[in-house]
């Protein structure tokens, strides 16, 4: 049972997760909230673009920037909440990441707060997805992290949260007890679906940072596989680092993919949307809205690389796969 009323903390790391939690501040309006954000390195336009949004809605909030992820970096963080009066006397918490040290220490001193817990992108989303780092290290570690307040681990996390915020309701999950959250609200997907017979057919590709993976994905190969899908936009990944032709319509935005797609939806009532990507979990998240086309798309690496994903999104989300050459 959620209350009204009550001083609220709601913990978050990714862009995803802040738009996530922008939802759950509006559901939860009777309760006063402080939001911290910890980022791991540099802090993109995205970052401050969502984070001064739900700032807006927020008494206090905190951006933390870890540059390392060593003991002193989180001595830092714990000075840092303590210094704005943010690490103590919440009677709710609202967080996403469960394995992460930063959020376990505020869970830890606030014993008595009712824990509620959202979507981690897809990572807390089956066994395939998730693994627990629950405290495996030498007990003169555990007696560290004891030394300096933390007392909940992964698990104890998981087994004390009373609801979870998922995306995705009908995929087994590491929690049980789930609430369906949508990007969207009813209004807009019941607008969405009406029917848009004979209208214009626009297509997206969402791609992504795949320089690493295999020599083959190269500037080159992208635009091949662009053309071959017919492809109106290409909606850049912050960290790619792919220089396409200018032919091609690249789009950059302070909005992550999820955000805009819904932006345009509505800017763009009678265009027929469909959405391409090699495995990007952002097409997961707008799942919901039925009158978008979604597809994955792959070749045999990629096949061989992420071949439970592929099942996965084929089967429990009704996903097309296409493969391409």
């Known amino acids: 049972m959620i209350l009204e009323n009550q001083r609220s903390i709601i913990m978050c790391m990714t862009p995803l997760q802040l738009l996530i939690a922008e939802k759950i501040i509006q559901l939860n309006s009777g309760n006063e909230f402080d939001l911290i954000l910890v980022?791991?390195?540099?802090?993109?336009?995205?970052?401050?673009?969502?984070?001064?949004?739900?700032?807006?809605?927020?008494?206090?909030?905190?951006?933390?920037?870890?540059?390392?992820?060593?003991?002193?970096?989180?001595?830092?963080?714990?000075?840092?909440?303590?210094?704005?009066?943010?690490?103590?006397?919440?009677?709710?918490?609202?967080?996403?990441?469960?394995?992460?040290?930063?959020?376990?220490?505020?869970?830890?001193?606030?014993?008595?707060?009712?824990?509620?817990?959202?979507?981690?992108?897809?990572?807390?989303?089956?066994?395939?997805?998730?693994?627990?780092?629950?405290?495996?290290?030498?007990?003169?570690?555990?007696?560290?992290?004891?030394?300096?307040?933390?007392?909940?681990?992964?698990n104890d996390l998981i087994d004390r949260s009373l609801l979870h915020y998922t995306l995705y309701p009908n995929i087994p999950n590491i929690i049980d007890k789930t609430v369906p959250i949508s990007l969207v609200d009813e209004v807009q997907i019941r607008c969405y679906t009406d029917s848009k017979i004979g209208c214009e057919k626009v297509k997206f590709f969402l791609g992504q940072p795949l320089e690493g993976i295999d020599s083959k994905y190269t500037n080159k190969y992208i635009e091949s596989c662009l053309v071959k899908l017919g492809i109106d936009y290409y909606y850049k990944h912050p960290k790619e680092n792919y220089r396409l032709d200018s032919s091609f319509n690249v789009l950059n935005s302070s909005l992550i993919f999820e955000d805009f797609i819904i932006n345009y939806m509505n800017e763009n009532p009678t265009k027929l949307v469909e959405i391409y990507s090699f495995n990007s979990s952002a097409l997961l998240n707008i799942v919901s809205i039925k009158c978008l086309s979604l597809f994955y798309v792959y070749d045999d690496v990629m096949y061989d690389l992420h071949k439970i994903f592929y099942d996965l999104v084929s089967k429990k989300f009704q996903i097309q796969c296409i493969k391409i050459d």
């Open 39 to 154: 980022v791991k390195g540099e802090v993109n336009e995205k970052y401050l673009h969502y984070y001064n949004r739900v700032k807006k809605l927020c008494h206090k909030a905190l951006l933390f920037v870890r540059k390392s992820s060593g003991f002193s970096t989180f001595v830092k963080f714990v000075s840092s909440v303590k210094s704005q009066n943010m690490d103590q006397g919440y009677q709710s918490i609202y967080l996403a990441n469960i394995n992460t040290r930063y959020f376990q220490y505020i869970a830890s001193i606030n014993i008595n707060a009712n824990l509620y817990t959202f979507d981690d992108g897809i990572a807390n989303i089956t066994s395939f997805f998730f693994k627990s780092s629950d405290f495996k290290a030498s007990q003169l570690k555990k007696m560290l992290w004891h030394a300096v307040g933390i007392n909940f681990f992964t």
